[in-house]
């Protein structure tokens, strides 16, 4: 019909089909101001009117397949008397993400955000999970889920066949959102929470600038969400050129080992938005010396996983690098709850982009 004209998605198709059967509001209207009210949440997002139809259909407790039947009359009914607590449960859950640190680019799969804005609303829980002492368990296990889900990739592809199962999961554990049963349920399965000691070790060859390196820093750090961090090279990345590093007497086998390393976890952090302007190309030892000193220094190090006893030289780089990726790798075996070669299902391919 519309062929001579602006082509047409799947979900302009079912977003008319609302707009029609709505009575008291014009849907199109109200879910296009939505979109752009919650993709001008700070630091800013990029979510679509695809996401907000297909979470309108898992928070109102419908059948979530993405077809013409599940917006039928009765369904837009439904939908159309919850989307005040439809759209505020959305609208929070991005504040409490944005309160993580993510952003359009750093998360990888948007569908990720439907179980949380679904736990907030079953729960009638509003704004008071942003800052609330009594919310405090859940913000941390919300954020852990969401970095897991996130690095395992589960929400890839088309992930409607989860919906049904965590909202069961939800609503059989009110009050406190159920990181360990979701954990459990899904062990073994290609949708696991779970990590393995293997897995572990290719988290810590993510790389600089990656949304799985801040995924991993994030989990490491625990950040003060009133700032903006950012990922710094610990030693500067400016030293790390062929040239460079030949200027500085390093023989061609020392410049290969420094170059594989210098743009992975090992040398990372996590440090606040001001404090890198600062800091920008200054060598760590340099710069750690005119900023922090006394007892400051022995946390700080403590905080940021600087080995103690390396002299945070260039020369000194191979074993600051190794002995701080050991460090890293321990508290992710902690904080992830890895046995020693325990064996899950692993994706082999390495962690890369993959915006959903």
């Known amino acids: 019909v519309n062929s001579g004209g602006t082509k047409l998605s799947y979900s302009d198709l079912l977003l008319s089909i609302a707009t029609a059967q709505w009575k008291d509001k014009d849907a199109r209207e109200v879910i296009h101001k939505f979109v752009d009210s919650v993709n001008s949440i700070d ?9 907000v139809l297909k979470s309108c259909l898992v928070l109102a407790d419908l ?8 917006f039928s009359s009765e369904n837009m009914q439904v939908i159309e008397s919850q989307w005040d607590s439809i759209s505020a449960a959305i609208n929070i859950s991005f504040q409490l993400i944005a309160s993580f ?13 439907i179980p949380i804005a679904y736990f907030l609303k079953k729960n009638g829980i509003g704004e008071e999970v942003l800052h609330s002492n009594q919310h405090q368990q859940n913000r941390a296990n919300i954020k852990e889920w969401l970095i897991r889900a996130l690095l395992r990739k589960v929400f890839g592809g088309t992930p409607d066949n989860l919906y049904p199962t965590y909202r ?6 009110l009050g406190t959102f159920p990181l360990e049963e979701l954990i459990n349920k899904y062990k ?14 290719n988290l810590l060859n993510t790389q600089y ?3 799985f390196a801040y995924m991993v820093l994030s989990l490491l750090y625990p950040l003060n969400h009133n700032y903006k961090f950012h990922q710094d090279h610990m030693h500067p990345k400016k030293f790390f050129t062929h040239k460079a590093l030949k200027k500085m007497g390093y023989d061609d086998v020392k410049v290969e080992d420094y170059m594989s390393r ?5 040398n990372l952090q996590l440090i606040q938005e001001t404090q890198n302007l600062e800091k920008n190309a200054t060598p760590l030892v340099e710069w750690l010396s005119n900023t922090i000193s006394g007892s400051e220094l022995s946390n700080y190090k403590q905080l940021h996983y600087i080995p103690l006893e390396n002299d945070l030289s260039m020369d000194g780089f191979l074993e600051f690098y190794e002995e701080r990726r050991k460090m890293l790798k321990a508290k992710l075996m902690q904080l992830l709850k890895v046995e020693k070669n325990q064996l899950v299902e692993v994706e082999t391919e390495p962690y890369e982009e993959e915006l959903n």
């Open 101 to 113: 640190g993510f952003d359009s680019k750093t998360l990888t799969a948007y569908n990720a955000v």
């Open 262 to 266: 210098f743009n992975s976890l090992g």
């Open 63 to 70: 059948d979530v397949k993405f077809k013409v039947d599940n």
């Open 168 to 173: 069961k999961i939800i609503a059989e554990n």
């Open 43 to 51: 630091p800013g997002f990029n979510i679509n009117k695809d996401l």
């Open 209 to 211: 600038g990656s949304a």
């Open 188 to 201: 073994g399965s290609n949708k696991s929470l779970s990590f393995d000691e293997d897995t572990v070790d």
